[in-house]
């Protein structure tokens, strides 16, 4: 078992992204788990997760701590505001979108196995105000 039971934001893993960081506070190198991972990704103002994904080998849970945007699943959008959760299931494409003037800080579970977190991408997937 590793040391890290317990992390913090601040003690992450950061990656930059076009538009958005991640932070990834709990994977099984750090913990030494099997089942979950667990990443804080804050969106700037406009930003969105193109190109969009899916996770084949399991599903992703988001809860969103502060912002506003909107979620697409499969061909559902969604409003996001603080409190709200989003199931993204397996397979299915996903991406979060901040249309609003604020950061938008999410926190994001992935389960039921380490390769939860593994991306399958979807480059046609967008929302309709991005469409071509």
């Known amino acids: 078992m590793k040391d890290s039971l317990v992390s913090t934001e601040?003690?992450?893993?950061?990656?930059k992204f076009e538009g958005r960081d991640v932070i990834w506070v709990q994977t099984p190198e750090h913990t030494g788990g099997q089942y979950s991972?667990?990443?804080i990704v804050i969106y700037k103002p406009g930003a969105r997760a193109y190109p969009a994904?899916?996770?084949?080998?399991?599903e992703e849970t988001v809860y969103i701590i502060s912002g506003a945007g909107k979620v697409k699943i499969g061909e559902k959008i969604f409003d996001l505001k603080p409190g709200s959760l989003a199931l993204f299931p397996q397979g299915v494409p996903h991406m979060v979108w901040n249309n609003g003037n604020q950061p938008l800080k999410l926190c994001c579970f992935y389960a039921p196995s380490a390769?939860?977190?593994e991306y399958?991408?979807?480059?046609?997937?967008d929302f309709p105000e991005f469409a071509q």
């Open 120 to 125: 399958e991408w979807h480059e046609e997937f």
């Open 53 to 58: 994904h899916s996770h084949p080998y399991g």
């Open 37 to 39: 991972s667990v990443c």
């Open 10 to 15: 601040n003690e992450g893993d950061l990656k």
């Open 115 to 117: 390769n939860a977190i």
